[in-house]
Every structure is written in structure tokens, then in C-alpha cells.
């Protein structure tokens, strides 16, 4: 069973490589990962020996309850009750979150500091530590992949000419419910036809016609955690060589590069795995997004298995493997799997078939 007090000794241990007497988290998701957290407003102070929560009147209760590893302190007159905490513990160099604060937060807590306390970025320090999912995590995100493809399954099931892309949505948010999700990890996408060259179209009143080519990708959120999952399928009995043709270039690659994952790797490296086989058949143009993204609780973060990505694949990270194609006036196929990496390979969670 994890505990938010290791998840923040090894968050000090980090900070104190990097020269830092306190950082300020300002980040929903990473001070939810690091304190329990639920409630809507609330920033934590990390020290060396300290963790601060501060929350307005609303959720001192609550943050006592879901935080008792951290000491609560009252929001009030802006940002005073954290440059008296700052003050309280001498802290002379403080790093914040610059991709999870605001440029007015920003210009606020810089003006409610003493002159000799520095405010410093520093870039992605939480995410990386969640990148690396502890056993209790990867329990979840199990779960939440069990749970789409539960849910996948009764789409395909549901799919016909004549149906709207929104009825499909809604049989799918039905069917996440009934299997354990809390709710949708995202905004559900059913693409039919054209369409279905959109990467992200969100479901509407189009009729799934005869011939098409339809795209859903989906997830569940259970317990906090998200997973992330597509599918694509053809619809009706007419003449589908072309759908087969971009269906089969896209399953190869999205199996190349599940089978070449291997622990250590560059998000980049991974990428051009998949980017290669597609580039190998001439669609390399229609294949416009990054391979894959780390899932947790977010649906999207570090690693990134893009083209430009330095990140490192490292046992205990959670990610997606989704090449494809899409090609205007068509449409579009899209295959999308959740691996974990494990000590020498990646172990693919997803069991929708493709």
C-alpha cells in the first residue's frame, strides 16, 4: 500500500539535489498526488522537514481529514498566510511550478515575499515522480483499462448504419458507469466517416452511414486514475480495401513499436518506430500526432512518446501506444493501447480486440 508521506520523502529528496529550501505547489493534480486532497482551492509548501496545505475556510475540515500528514494552514488576505510561513521557516530560495501558476498568482506571491527570498521555476519536478507508478497505481489504472475495454466492447456491439455518433457516446458513458467508472476520462469521441480524419471530433448528430470508417476513443476514470483507449471499426458490408489497406498499416505499427518498448528508451525513440512503418508506406503526412503520452491522474502526461520527447521509459511508467492515420474526405484509423514498462519489457494492459 503506498503512502502520500513516501511520496513526498522522495519529492524533499529530489528538491534537495536541486538546491531548493522550499517549493511551492500550485498544480491541481500534483497537490491531489501528493496530499490526498479533493477540494477545489489549495496550494502546498514543501520544505525539507515541513508540508503545508494551505486551504480557504471551506475546506479546513476536509483537509484535515484527507491530509493528516500535513499541516493545515488558512488562505487569507491573499497570498500573506504563505510569506508568513516562508518567513516563519527562513526559507531564502524557493521554487514554483511555472507550467501550474498564473502570471497574476505569479506577480502576487513574488510581491508578497521579502526581497531576500528567491522565486525560482523549475520545470516538471512532480511529474517526473509520477511517472514512475508504484504498484497501488498500476492496481488502478488496471482496473480503469478493464473497465473501458468493458465498455469498448459494448460499443462495437452497438455500432449500425443509421445511428448517431452521440448515441454511441452515450451508450459508452452508460457502460463505463455500470462497470465501476466514476465518470469519463475525457471527453468520449465517436467519429464516423469523414469525420473520423478529425483526431479529436467530438461526437454529434452525424448518421453512421454504410462504408464508414468510425473512430471512438475513450476512457474511465476510477479512483482518481484514467485510462485512455481507440478503437476504430468499419461499418456495413460494402467494398472496405481501402479501410483494410490504412487498417493493417496502422495495426503494424502500433505492434511494432509495443514490441520494440523496452525500458530506458527516449519517448522519441519509441515514436520513430511506429513514425518509420507508416513513413514506409507513404501516409508519414497523415500521421500528424505524437505515438503515445503517459496516463495517470491526468489523462495526459509525462512520459511523452513523441517525436520531440526526452523522456526516458522507465519501469513503472504507464503509456499509450496510438499511431494513425487520417486522410480528409475519408477519414481515419486510429489503434490505441495502454502498456506498462516493466524491468525488461512492456506489458500491454489494454484487451480490446483489434
Not at 261 to 280: F, K, N, T, Y
Amino acid at each position: 500500500m503506498f503512502s502520500y508521506e513516501h511520496r513526498c520523502q522522495r519529492l524533499t529528496t529530489k528538491m534537495a539535489s536541486a538546491g531548493y529550501d522550499g517549493l511551492l505547489i500550485t498544480g491541481r493534480s500534483n497537490c491531489k498526488y501528493l496530499s490526498g486532497f479533493t477540494g477545489s482551492n489549495g496550494y502546498i509548501l514543501v520544505t525539507s522537514s515541513d508540508l503545508v496545505l494551505f486551504t480557504d475556510f471551506r475546506y479546513l475540515e476536509q483537509a484535515g481529514s484527507e491530509s493528516p500528514h500535513m499541516s493545515i494552514i488558512r488562505i487569507r488576505n491573499g497570498y500573506r498566510s504563505l510569506s508568513e510561513t516562508i518567513a516563519k521557516f527562513s526559507l531564502r530560495s524557493v521554487a514554483f511550478e511555472p507550467n501550474h501558476i498564473t502570471y497574476a498568482e505569479h506577480k502576487s506571491v513574488s510581491e508578497s515575499l521579502s526581497g531576500d527570498v528567491s522565486f525560482t521555476p523549475v520545470l516538471n519536478i512532480v511529474e517526473e515522480l509520477r511517472c514512475e507508478k508504484d504498484d497501488f497505481e498500476i492496481e488502478i489504472l488496471s482496473e480503469a483499462v478493464r473497465i473501458a475495454d468493458i465498455a469498448m466492447a459494448e460499443a462495437a456491439n452497438y455500432l449500425q448504419v443509421g445511428i448517431r455518433e452521440c448515441d454511441v457516446s452515450g451508450v459508452i458513458e452508460s457502460a463505463l458507469k455500470s462497470a465501476g467508472a466514476i465518470g469519463t476520462a475525457f471527453d468520449t469521441i465517436v467519429a464516423s466517416g469523414p469525420n473520423s480524419a478529425l483526431p479529436h471530433h467530438k461526437a454529434g448528430n452525424r448518421l453512421i452511414s454504410k462504408g464508414d470508417s468510425v473512430v471512438i476513443d475513450m476512457g474511465a476514470l476510477y479512483k482518481d486514475y484514467r485510462s485512455d483507449l481507440s478503437r476504430t471499426y468499419f461499418v456495413g458490408d460494402s467494398e472496405r480495401s481501402k479501410f483494410d489497406e490504412i487498417y493493417g498499416i496502422v495495426l503494424e505499427a502500433q505492434m511494432a513499436a509495443e514490441e520494440s518498448a523496452r525500458p530506458g528508451m527516449l519517448g522519441r525513440e519509441l515514436d520513430a518506430v511506429a513514425r518509420d512503418v507508416i513513413e514506409g508506406y507513404g501516409y508519414g503526412s497523415f500521421f500528424g500526432h505524437g505515438l503515445g503520452h503517459g496516463v495517470g491522474v491526468d489523462v495526459h502526461e509525462l512520459p511523452m512518446v513523441v517525436p520531440s520527447s526526452n523522456d526516458r521509459i522507465l519501469p513503472g511508467s504507464v503509456f499509450t501506444v496510438e499511431p494513425g492515420i487520417y486522410i480528409p474526405g475519408w477519414g481515419g484509423v486510429r489503434i490505441e493501447d495502454v502498456l506498462v514498462m516493466g524491468d525488461s519489457s512492456a506489458e500491454v494492459l489494454t484487451l480490446s480486440k483489434k
